[in-house]
């Protein structure tokens, strides 16, 4: 039996990086969380080989003292906290002491810094946990680490590495990260002596588009909502950017990139009825807390986070990105006049958190939003419309004909919209259902001759068993016969649709989930399956009222630029779009 020994510095060390280095980009992590705390204005990244052969990590922050050096690369070593109170409200990015002595213990590290104050800089030079002696230096005030040929002592974790694309990818995924989070810092990248990246110095909007790309800044819809210790800002893309993978979703704590279950429940939960099958939402969202209330402490890694309060996280969360989505085809996107000012905590914050930096103009103003509509003459439609308002042209223009039964075409300032009459109806019933069963107000509507129709015993003792879940959900269905049904009062919104076909999809609801299901948790799906067989269908002629007055209703409903599963109910086709199509002007 071997005996119990104690493990050398060095294998502790080792044995540390593998928690804390796993790959180039983990290390790249925890230079630029040292650079971002040290204060700096301008950090340059250079890699080799992605990232492999070398890490260098330059900037002009604050800088370390010399007699500090050697302590900066031992083990639970750290200027960032000193007592239990310190680590139970962490407002720095790094704090645990640990990162620089795990990187030394695996790859050649020379650590260059100068104090605005100081003659000289110095360096500091380790290989394979082991620390050489302090040297004068020519060097900037701030620091430089530079990190050459990583697991050079340790082949076997060598060996796990990926190619130098994908090492690379990573290393620029985290330096995307970082960048986002402070926009105020200018960054630049290299790889293998290439610029890969240079952004100045700037703010949100701007940065955010320079990460995310034009599509995501023109889909994008900003946020600012407030409440006492929760701030939550930045930008969620439109239901109609979406993407197939979760690769632009970046969520910040405190200007700390985070993966949390509560957060991406809340924005899941809140695209939930604007997504469309397997595609997942785009956003870049900062969420302000009191340090006190996160315990960032859980990870060696330092990215997944516990709130104190996940319930009202949640709930703050949801609805104020609910509410950046429910704007209607006649609303214009959000912005603000008056964001905080830079260094504002949200009220009952004891610090502004990290990374919250905010623009001096609004938010909205800064990305290119759809043009102003302009003013021109009706068409011969808007006589159609009386409450237009003279010459003033609806967001959605005005009717100009049906195509195949299943598109309305209309005329806006823009130009040409496309409109699928079905799903942007079943948007406008399902949302009016929402409200009038929340606000305990769904109307039921007598039918002059009952709907019968035959069906199996179990729903017969169905609807025998649910009477008040059927009334509360604007039904009166009464038996027949033991094999027989008749439905004498739906929900108005509904009473034009197939009344049999609606009545069983109910039912089957209230067989497989029970009533309290249905009314809760299973609620919205229900009420989306009651719209779509309430909606008007394909394939109906509409008249010239009846169009505009669906555009009309779409231009008031939340989320009427999707259906119920998430597809687009319209589409805009500009002028310019036009004119380019027929070659005009080239």
Same mark, same amino acid.
């Given at each position: 039996?071997?005996?119990?020994?104690?493990?050398?510095?060095?294998?502790?060390?080792?044995?540390?990086?593998?928690?804390?280095?796993?790959?180039?980009?983990?290390?790249?992590?925890?230079?630029?969380?040292?650079?971002?705390?040290?204060?700096?204005?301008?950090?340059?990244?250079?890699?080799?080989?992605?990232?492999?052969?070398?890490?260098?990590?330059?900037?002009?922050?604050?800088?370390?003292?010399?007699?500090?050096?050697?302590?900066?690369?031992?083990?639970?070593?750290?200027?960032?906290?000193?007592?239990?109170?310190?680590?139970?409200?962490?407002?720095?990015?790094?704090?645990?002491?640990?990162?620089?002595?795990?990187?030394?213990?695996?790859?050649?590290?020379?650590?260059?810094?100068?104090?605005?104050?100081?003659?000289?800089?110095?360096?500091?030079?380790?290989?394979?946990?082991?620390?050489?002696?302090?040297?004068?230096?020519?060097?900037?005030?701030?620091?430089?680490?530079?990190?050459?040929?990583?697991?050079?002592?340790?082949?076997?974790?060598?060996?796990?590495?990926?190619?130098?694309?994908?090492?690379?990818?990573?290393?620029?995924?985290?330096?995307?990260?970082?960048?986002?989070?402070?926009?105020?810092?200018?960054?630049?990248?290299?790889?293998?002596?290439?610029?890969?990246?240079?952004?100045?110095?700037?703010?949100?909007?701007?940065?955010?588009?320079?990460?995310?790309?034009?599509?995501?800044?023109?889909?994008?819809?900003?946020?600012?909502?407030?409440?006492?210790?929760?701030?939550?800002?930045?930008?969620?893309?439109?239901?109609?950017?979406?993407?197939?993978?979760?690769?632009?979703?970046?969520?910040?704590?405190?200007?700390?990139?985070?993966?949390?279950?509560?957060?991406?429940?809340?924005?899941?939960?809140?695209?939930?009825?604007?997504?469309?099958?397997?595609?997942?939402?785009?956003?870049?969202?900062?969420?302000?807390?009191?340090?006190?209330?996160?315990?960032?402490?859980?990870?060696?890694?330092?990215?997944?986070?516990?709130?104190?309060?996940?319930?009202?996280?949640?709930?703050?969360?949801?609805?104020?990105?609910?509410?950046?989505?429910?704007?209607?085809?006649?609303?214009?996107?959000?912005?603000?006049? /008056?964001?905080? @000012? #830079?260094?504002?905590?949200? &009220?009952?914050?004891?610090? !502004?958190? $990290?990374?919250? *930096?905010?623009? =001096?103009?609004?938010?909205?103003?800064?990305?290119?939003?759809?043009?102003?509509?302009?003013?021109?003459?009706?068409?011969?439609?808007?006589?159609?419309?009386?409450?237009?308002?003279?010459?003033?042209?609806?967001?959605?223009?005005?009717?100009?004909?049906?195509?195949?039964?299943?598109?309305?075409?209309?005329?806006?300032?823009?130009?040409?919209?496309?409109?699928?009459?079905?799903?942007?109806?079943?948007?406008?019933?399902?949302?009016?259902?929402?409200?009038?069963?929340?606000?305990?107000?769904?109307?039921?509507?007598?039918?002059?001759?009952?709907?019968?129709?035959?069906?199996?015993?179990?729903?017969?003792?169905?609807?025998?068993?649910?009477?008040?879940?059927?009334?509360?959900?604007?039904?009166?269905?009464?038996?027949?016969?033991?094999?027989?049904? /008749?439905?004498? @009062? #739906?929900?108005?919104?509904? &009473?034009?649709?197939?009344? !049999?076909? $609606?009545?069983? *999809?109910?039912? =089957?609801?209230?067989?497989?989930?029970?009533?309290?299901?249905?009314?809760?948790?299973?609620?919205?799906?229900?009420?989306?399956?009651?719209?779509?067989?309430?909606?008007?269908?394909?394939?109906?002629?509409?008249?010239?009222?009846?169009?505009?007055?669906?555009?009309?209703?779409?231009?008031?409903?939340?989320?009427?630029?999707?259906?119920?599963?998430?597809?687009?109910?319209?589409?805009?086709?500009?002028?310019?779009?036009?004119?380019?199509?027929?070659?005009?002007?080239?």
């Amino acid at each position: 039996m071997a005996s119990i020994r104690i493990l050398t510095d060095t294998l502790i060390s080792q044995i540390a990086a593998g928690e804390v280095v796993e790959r180039p980009a983990s290390v790249l992590k925890e230079l630029l969380e040292n650079s971002l705390d040290a204060g700096a204005s301008t950090i340059d990244v250079s890699l080799a080989q992605g990232g492999v052969k070398q890490i260098r990590v330059s900037d002009n922050g604050e800088g370390i003292d010399a007699d500090d050096l050697p302590l900066a690369l031992a083990r639970h070593a750290t200027s960032k906290i000193a007592t239990l109170d310190d680590l139970q409200q962490v407002r720095s990015l790094g704090f645990r002491g640990e990162a620089l002595a795990s990187i030394a213990s695996v790859a050649r590290l020379a650590l260059t810094s100068r104090l605005r104050d100081a003659r000289h800089a110095s360096t500091l030079r380790a290989e394979g946990g082991q620390t050489g002696a302090l040297q004068p230096a020519a060097h900037a005030t701030g620091t430089t680490a530079e990190v050459d040929d990583l697991y050079f002592n340790t082949p076997a974790r060598r060996k796990f590495l990926r190619t130098e694309a994908t090492e690379f990818s990573h290393c620029e995924e985290v330096f995307n990260r970082a960048a986002l989070s402070r926009c105020e810092v200018a960054f630049s990248l290299r790889h293998n002596g290439r610029v890969i990246s240079h952004l100045a110095a700037s703010d949100p909007p701007r940065r955010t588009e320079a990460i995310l790309g034009a599509e995501f800044a023109a889909a994008a819809r900003p946020i600012m909502e407030q409440i006492a210790g929760l701030q939550l800002s930045g930008f969620v893309a439109s239901p109609n950017y979406t993407r197939s993978s979760r690769d632009a979703q970046y969520l910040f704590v405190n200007g700390r990139f985070v993966r949390n279950k509560v957060l991406t429940h809340a924005l899941r939960e809140a695209y939930r009825d604007v997504l469309h099958g397997d595609r997942h939402p785009a956003y870049a969202l900062f969420l302000a807390i009191d340090p006190a209330a996160v315990d960032v402490n859980v990870h060696p890694a330092k990215i997944e986070v516990r709130f104190r309060d996940s319930h009202a996280v949640h709930q703050f969360v949801y609805h104020a990105v609910s509410k950046a989505l429910a704007a209607s085809a006649g609303n214009a996107p959000v912005a603000y006049a /008056a964001p905080l @000012a #830079v260094g504002r905590a949200p &009220a009952g914050m004891t610090q !502004a958190p $990290l990374g919250i *930096a905010q623009p =001096a103009t609004s938010y909205g103003a800064m990305f290119r939003e759809a043009r102003t509509a302009e003013h021109m003459p009706p068409p011969a439609g808007a006589a159609l419309n009386p409450s237009a308002g003279g010459s003033e042209i609806p967001p959605l223009g005005y009717a100009l004909a049906q195509l195949h039964g299943v598109y309305i075409l209309a005329q806006n300032a823009q130009g040409l919209v496309l409109v699928d009459m079905h799903a942007a109806h079943e948007r406008i019933v399902y949302e009016r259902l929402k409200s009038a069963l929340d606000a305990h107000t769904l109307a039921m509507q007598k039918l002059l001759i009952p709907v019968t129709f035959n069906t199996d015993r179990l729903d017969v003792a169905t609807v025998e068993e649910n009477q008040d879940a059927l009334h509360t959900l604007g039904f009166d269905v009464a038996p027949l016969s033991p094999t027989a049904l /008749a439905v004498r @009062a #739906v929900p108005v919104e509904l &009473a034009a649709g197939n009344i !049999a076909g $609606l009545a069983r *999809a109910v039912l =089957a609801d209230l067989r497989e989930y029970g009533a309290s299901r249905v009314l809760t948790e299973r609620r919205d799906e229900l009420l989306a399956t009651m719209a779509c067989h309430g909606a008007v269908r394909a394939n109906r002629a509409l008249g010239a009222a009846e169009m505009n007055a669906l555009l009309r209703d779409m231009e008031q409903t939340e989320r009427s630029g999707q259906c119920n599963h998430g597809r687009p109910t319209w589409y805009q086709m500009s002028l310019a779009d036009l004119d380019k199509l027929f070659l005009r002007g080239q």
